[in-house]
């Protein structure tokens, strides 16, 4: 098995015996991906963005008034998604522990693939007379995606031997780049060409999120069906399925303190993940607003990032197998400093430099989300909490995200320009990088002796 900074010999608290799950078992779980990721370009990436910024600016103004006080469009849009993250973050524990408990996590993925697709579809409804309701579907659309991640990303050491885990979740990851790269060209057709379908662009966005809603849903049942029930957990005393949760995730610091080499992971992932999800969830604002790309480049660079991400993903996996998890995670972490400096220092209106930017950030950006979630199952100790664990990893995202978000808006309001908010994310880049220095460290004198 190759290891996070060389190439090591297995760790004895892994699974040795597991096997590798069938290819229909294997597919169905990337089809969640396929299913999914459409939110996360078309709601996340491009179209929504680009359409909330157009309904919420008025005569060249970008201040929206909202309960008695005025915020900037894009800082009241981090904000929201900021306090959709601080919801799931306080409902994966609860939610994880009865899931471990019952056993019944695929109900959980169903209701949270539901919840999320009709949000989806509800902004079809959303326009600017209806602020207040755009920003709640938004939030509940977010919600949705993110706390199905916790059980989605939970089956991965279940179904995956520990040395098969970074195929395996790359191949969730190209999937994923796939499918929404399909859709969003179906709702690309739709924005840039609305004359020939006899409706404005605005309608062409709103039908854009309402066939997000259905292709999750659609995707997702079928992606269902081929997941394995997990067996419910036997407790030797009741369990306050409330509590209980968070129980969870204090025993599993506990734990952490006994694995140096999964703490520090932890920890690095909390500040890299913290300035990678912000990039993504800000850029597209970022580009039409701050650098002023017009919506059509926008959407072009996003297809970009999505293409590129593919080949992407599946370099990093094999460099991983070369030259190990934690090796190759740095050079990632090195890469995405680069970029925020590019980002910050890239010229008003110059679409090129923009591209080129995009071709850049596609190639890291899925790696080093598919690398972490497999690193992070391959440092696991044995157990069948596996939801429980992989909620701790969510509460961490969640908690880094919370930060990203609101440090984004907030340095924004304060300076009036997002570049600078850009430019702060490399404090959190830098400090990830140092953390995953001093695991791989860890790891090594673990070994040595």
Known sequence: MVGYGLKLKQPQHYTTFMQTASKKVI???????WANSVYNLVITSTIFPAYYEAVTSHNGKNEVGLFGGKFVNTALYSYTLAVAFVIVALLSPILSSIADFKGNKKQFLFFFCTMGSIACSLL???DADNLIFGLICMLIA??????????YNSYLPEIAAPEDRDRVSAKGFVMGYIGSVILQILCFVLVLMPDTFGITTGKASQISFLMVGIWWWAFGQLALSRLPKKLAVERKQSVNLITGGY??????????????????????????NMGVQTVMLAATLYGKSELQIP???????????????????????????????????????????????????????NIYAFYALAIAVGFVMGGIQSLSRSTYSKLMPETHDTTSF??????????AIVIGMFS???????????????????????????????ALQKEKKKISS
Not at 27 to 33: I, K, L, P
Not at 142 to 151: A, D, H, M, N, Q
Not at 249 to 270: D, E, Y
């Open 247 to 272: 129980k969870e995730l204090i025993k599993v610091w506990h734990q952490l303190k006994q694995l140096p080499v999964l703490k520090r992971f932890l920890i690095s992932f909390f500040f890299y």
């Open 390 to 399: 992989f909620s701790f990893f969510d509460v961490t995202e969640k908690i």
């Open 124 to 126: 079809y409804f959303f």
């Open 142 to 151: 977010c919600i949705g995606f993110w706390s199905s991640l916790v059980f």
């Open 27 to 33: 597919n169905g779980w990337a089809m969640y991906d």
């Open 295 to 349: 919506t059509t480049n926008l959407i072009i660079a996003i297809l970009i990032i999505q293409l590129i991400a593919i080949p992407g993903a599946l370099f990093i996996s094999k460099l991983s197998e070369k030259i190990g998890n934690f090796n190759t995670l740095i050079i990632c972490v090195l890469v995405w400093i680069g970029l925020c400096v590019g980002g910050y220092l890239l010229p008003t209106g």
């Open 408 to 438: 984004f808006g907030f340095i924004t309001e304060m300076t009036g320009s997002q570049r600078n908010s850009v430019l702060t994310l490399i404090i959190f880049f830098i400090i990830g990088l140092f953390v995953l220095f001093s």
